[in-house]
């Protein structure tokens, strides 16, 4: 027998029934015994069509590889005390994934080991798809909750004050990103009460991010492309068309994130603002907060106010990145009285360009080529973490040497 064996049991070769709420998983079976591997095997991929399923022989070599899988179906009885010691390995590692422990035959007294030890629920042989339904029904509100173990970038974009142009600059922003490599990005407008997007790309759809919240549990992959719509090559989740008053204090955002995490590599949020529990559920979740003001003194009074805000409820200052929109030297505030005031770096000065803004915003389009694109290009390559400093030194040539100061 291998002492460790990792590979692609299950592919998208099947086509038959999947679950709802399980768009393309990755699984983990863990399991000695051949018996046990082969059954499970066929009706996963009876279940399942789209998941990708691994196998691990040895108990020791898996919590290595449930680092990476959404669920873990665990063999008990072919090994029980490494079996057990597993489970309690992955019930206290960071991305505890749900488990769903195999049975040869029934043991009331070791099934409630297992239960108590924090499985999700349980098989027993032979294993069919009464059992697996209600398991991976629960699994899924498990795994909804806590996240892609893979965790793709969130990028949430949020104005320090209103009419900051964060909007703008979410959706520029999206388009350069994909150009540097984002294989699958998602914009994501979740202002519920004057969400933009949609106007500033000619956008319509019949679906919003509420519907996202109101199906949650019953979310599968075909479900979740209706929602979105496509425009250059990314994909747009809508706020509503009618404002939802209060709406923002009545939802857990986690739903959508946590989805839209395990569907795409980079999603950027387009938010209305930071306070309140909505606003504030998104800033925690982002990897990147990129606060968006303008240099203005009002604009600047608000920054205050907001670095102090995240700061009091424990989001990382290196998370926050701060973006001064529509700079310019002859009018507003300087780069060195911004910094000084705020105690805080700007990370990306973005250039007045009034008219190609606003000719972007009549056709529905991105920016086009000027100080203002040249800018959000050098702000996607310092994100992506390519390009950013050939960027930011072409720029510097037209704008003296500006933009390469703020450089990482």
């Not at 990792?6 to 679950?19: D, S, T, V």
């Not at 700079?327 to 780069?335: D, F, K, P, T």
């Amino acid at each position: 027998m291998d002492n460790c064996i990792l590979r692609p049991e299950i592919g998208p070769g099947h086509p038959k029934k999947a679950h709802p709420g399980m768009p393309d998983w990755r699984l983990l079976l863990v399991s000695p015994d051949s018996t046990v591997q082969t059954e499970a095997r066929e009706l996963l991929a009876e279940c399942l069509p789209s998941a990708t399923v691994q196998t691990v022989t040895a108990y020791e070599a898996a919590a290595q590889a449930a680092a990476q899988c959404h669920l873990v179906l665990l063999d008990i009885q072919s090994g029980a005390d490494q079996a057990f010691a597993l489970l309690a390995e992955l019930a206290q590692s960071s991305q505890k994934p749900p488990v769903i422990p195999l049975f040869r035959t029934s043991d009331p007294d070791m099934v409630l080991r297992c239960m108590r030890q924090g499985a999700t629920e349980f098989l027993i042989r032979p294993f069919t798809e009464d059992q697996l339904a209600p398991a991976l029904q629960k699994a899924g509100k498990q795994i909804l909750l806590a996240g892609d173990p893979t965790r793709g970038r969130l990028l949430c974009v949020i104005p320090a004050k209103g009419a900051s142009g964060a909007t703008t600059i979410a959706c520029n922003l999206s388009f350069h990103l994909k150009k540097l490599g984002a294989k699958k990005l998602l914009l994501a407008d979740l202002d519920p009460l004057a969400g933009t997007v949609s106007f500033c790309l000619k956008l319509r759809s019949s679906y919003s991010f509420l519907d996202v919240l109101h199906n949650a549990q019953s979310l599968d992959a075909d479900v979740w492309k209706q929602l979105v719509t496509h425009t250059q090559g990314i994909e747009v989740l809508l706020s509503p068309e009618s404002s939802v008053d209060g709406s923002n204090e009545r939802e857990d955002p986690a739903a959508i994130l946590n989805w839209a995490r395990g569907f795409y590599d980079t999603v950027v949020v387009d938010a209305f603002g930071l306070y309140g529990a909505w606003n504030l559920a998104l800033a925690r979740a982002a990897d990147e907060v990129l606060l968006v003001t303008t240099n203005e003194l009002p604009a600047l009074q608000a920054t205050q106010r907001a670095l102090a805000f995240l700061e009091r409820n424990h989001i990382p200052s290196s998370r926050v990145k701060l973006l001064v929109n529509r700079y310019s030297r002859e009018v507003g505030l300087s780069q060195e009285t911004i910094e000084t005031a705020l105690h805080n770096p700007i990370y990306q000065l973005l250039p007045s360009d009034y008219e190609a803004v606003q000719n972007a915003l009549m056709d529905g389009k991105p920016v086009a080529p000027g100080p203002f694109q040249k800018s959000v290009a050098a702000l996607a390559g310092k994100l992506a973490g390519k390009a950013g400093e050939a960027a930011e030194k072409k720029q510097s040539n037209s704008w003296g040497g500006l933009f390469s100061l703020f450089a990482k």
